[in-house]
């Protein structure tokens, strides 16, 4: 070797990345199809199935949840425009494949949808104000292989301080899978500034199957380190604490979905 990093070839997909998913149906042939189950819902009934969804997660995983709460807090004290607009869009996510997407690591691993979502939410100044540009998954892929072709050892932490969305863990852990190793063996800890972007890697964490031992906290990684491992690991304390005194998090009277990856056991 020359010392030059050396791509690794993943295979073509079959049908390109650009293929479009025309049904609700899971990849997964043995997955749950809730496709047909959600689209006839009125729109108070998805809110409170997505409620369900929330439920389901904070029962797996009260830390994670509680660390994408900005993407659920709402759920506790929706407007009725809040209502429409979240059935709406549901819907339309549904028929054009999120669950395929969800359900089909290959496919999930592939790009950051939450992290492209949030580069079109928020304006050029607003991203500028803390360098918030994500790298795009051609180069994240790169660094995912060079990252993976220096001796990790499972069990090893793989730590991002100012992880956007959490990409860079979406390559490496691709990386991995095609490498044959699994994501879940090692231990990560996604951190960013941004409130926002931390709930979006908690919720990333579960898409890319990134296994047990994940951390995600919203604090300074610059300034102050040994604050944020602090803080995390109360935060931790506390949400099992809670979760034990409060096993629901939202009152729903839609059933808590089978949560995909419950049946793991920690590693
Ligand atoms: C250029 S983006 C890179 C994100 C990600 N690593 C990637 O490659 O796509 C920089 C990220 O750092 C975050 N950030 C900026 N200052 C930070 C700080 N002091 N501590 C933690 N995160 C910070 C921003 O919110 C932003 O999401």
């Not at 690591?105 to 050029?124: F, K, N, P």
């Not at 050892?153 to 991002?160: A, F, K, N, Q, Y």
Request: glycine content about 6%; charged content about 25%; overall charge neutral.
């Amino acid at each position: 070797m020359d010392g030059q990093p050396r791509r690794l070839q993943r295979p073509r997909r079959r049908g390109g990345h650009a293929r479009r998913a025309r049904s609700v149906r899971p990849s997964r042939a043995e997955g749950p199809d809730y496709g047909p189950l959600l689209l006839p819902l009125d729109d108070e009934q998805l809110a409170d199935t997505l409620r369900a969804g929330w439920n389901a997660f904070w029962s797996y995983d009260p830390d994670l949840t509680e660390a994408a709460r900005p993407l659920h807090d709402w759920l506790s004290h929706p407007t009725d425009s809040d209502i429409r607009g979240l059935a709406d869009y549901a819907r339309v996510l549904v028929r054009t494949g999120l669950l395929e997407y969800c359900s089909d690591v290959t496919r999930a691993e592939s790009d950051d949808v939450l992290g492209l979502l949030i580069t079109r939410m928020r304006s050029y100044s607003e991203r500028q104000s803390t360098g918030e540009f994500f790298t795009p998954a051609v180069a994240t892929n790169f660094m995912g292989d060079m990252l993976f072709s220096s001796g990790r050892r499972p069990g090893d932490l793989l730590l991002e301080p100012t992880a956007g969305t959490g990409t860079m863990a979406r390559s490496a852990a691709a990386t991995m899978r095609f490498c044959g190793t699994d994501p879940a063996a090692y231990r990560w800890w996604l951190n960013d500034l941004d409130p926002l972007n931390a709930a979006c890697c908690a919720v990333n964490a579960q898409i890319w199957r990134l296994g047990r031992q994940v951390t995600v906290s919203c604090g300074d990684a610059l300034k102050h380190p040994r604050l944020l491992e602090e803080a995390v690991q109360e935060r931790a304390e506390r949400a099992c604490a809670e979760q034990k005194a409060r096993p629901v998090l939202y009152p729903t009277t839609t059933r808590p979905p089978f949560w995909p990856w419950q049946s793991v056991p920690p590693s």
